[in-house]
């Protein structure tokens, strides 16, 4: 098992019962994306930020 794997496998016995599924979740959904090879397809991370903080400016005024 690698080591990735091994902390993920320790913190979901950690958390909360909703967190570990949601987790789990995000987890399963990355799977199936690189089994498509469609993961570069997805926006970052930092995209997704930065239309999150448009719309709350937006919303703000």
Same mark, same amino acid.
């Given at each position: 098992?690698? #080591? ?11 958390? *909360? #019962?909703? @967190?570990?599924?949601? @987790? ?5 959904? @990355? ?11 997805? #926006?970052?991370? +930092?995209?997704? *930020?930065?239309?999150?903080? +448009?719309?709350?400016?937006? *919303?703000?005024?």
């Amino acid at each position: 098992m690698t #080591p990735l794997a091994e902390t993920l496998d320790k913190k979901l016995a950690t958390w *909360q #019962p909703e @967190v570990a599924a949601q @987790v789990e979740q995000i987890v399963a959904d @990355v799977i199936q994306l690189a089994d498509a090879q469609a993961l570069d397809i997805l #926006p970052s991370r +930092t995209v997704v *930020q930065e239309v999150l903080d +448009t719309l709350d400016e937006s *919303q703000a005024r």
